[in-house]
């Protein structure tokens, strides 16, 4: 037995190794990062100063508009990624001709890099020569072109639209696998005792989907506020800071302000949320598995 034993760690130790030096290793280390001054300049001399650089994280002016711009982005990319993934999923349920085809041009979004449809979009937008003010003015809709992504009132709507066309086939895909789970005879049952298509949708559907409804938001609430590609290849936070998330911002400090205490101090601060939404997703997921 004991051998046994032996033989299976011995069997598991690459995998533990690989977890240690790709996940806890950066984290410690990081985390020792951020109570230390370490710039580009000072890589080989790294001064231990406590929580300075969180104090200088949580008194910047901007820091408290960047908590908004995150929140604003998460809110609104997660509602309305929902909202459309289920009335995609709702379209989908029942087979149709060519649904397969449908189903793979539909879901090809998300099998894409986040940072490439920035740039995509970013074209797209453009102020001058991007495409969708060519057809607006065409359709005389408007008649001046839009800066999309550098006029403040624009951007934050302008990338947050740019997220909800990205994630909607993950929230479809999601909420396709539950629908399909439904009871059809609970349908035809109410279908039998007069209910309407809405109270069949109320009173029957969304209850029985609600545990993976709740477990897919709380998953995607994690992914977006982790999520700086779209930003960052479109506007890198700007103009003035309206699209400026905490990922983004992390970013930034190291490529412009090359120091590397004060972005750790934002990323363990990020991970923090993050394990906070991460064991609410657990509890609901357990709560959920156990209901069903």
């Known amino acids: 037995m004991k051998r046994l ?3 299976i760690f011995l069997m598991l130790l690459p995998t533990f190794a690989l977890i240690f030096f790709i996940n806890l290793y950066p984290l410690v280390r990081g985390g020792v990062i951020s109570f230390q001054r370490l710039t580009v300049f000072t890589l080989n001399r790294p001064r231990f100063i406590g929580f300075e650089n969180y104090r200088t994280l ?6 408290w508009n960047i908590i908004l711009n995150t929140v604003v982005w998460i809110f ?12 995609l999923a709702l379209l989908l349920v029942k087979p149709f001709k060519g649904r397969g085809l449908y189903m793979g041009v539909v879901f090809y979004p998300w099998a894409l890099s986040g940072f490439a449809i920035g740039l995509l979009w970013s074209w797209i937008l453009n102020g001058q020569f991007g495409i969708l003010n060519d057809i ?13 992504l ?35 005879e609970l349908y035809e049952a109410a279908q039998i005792d007069g209910a309407t298509m809405w109270h069949r949708l109320v009173r029957i559907t969304i209850p029985c989907i609600k545990p993976a409804i709740t477990s ?18 479109t506007t890198r936070g700007g103009p003035a800071g ?32 993050l394990l906070a939404f991460s064991v609410a997703y657990l509890i609901v997921a357990e709560k959920g598995a156990f209901e069903l």
Do not use: C, E
Not at 58 to 63: A, E, K, L, Y
Not at 159 to 167: A, K, L, R, S, T
Not at 243 to 272: D, E, R, W
């Open 5 to 7: 034993r032996f033989w």
């Open 58 to 63: 949580i008194t910047d002016p901007n820091f």
């Open 76 to 87: 609104f990319s997660v509602l309305f990624q929902l909202v459309f993934g289920f009335i």
């Open 136 to 148: 607006l003015i065409k359709l005389h809709l408007i008649k001046q072109p839009i800066s999309f």
């Open 150 to 184: 550098s006029d403040p009132r624009f951007a934050m709507f302008s990338v947050i639209m740019i997220n909800v066309w990205y994630g909607i086939p993950f929230f479809a895909i999601m909420l396709l696998a539950a629908l399909q789970s439904v009871p059809k």
């Open 216 to 233: 897919t938001v709380l998953l995607r609430i994690i992914w977006v506020m982790n999520f700086p590609d779209i930003i960052y290849g």
């Open 242 to 273: 309206a699209t400026n998330i905490l990922s983004v911002q992390m970013i930034n400090i190291v490529y412009y302000q090359n120091n590397f205490g004060k972005a750790s101090a934002l990323g363990i601060i990020i991970t923090g949320v």
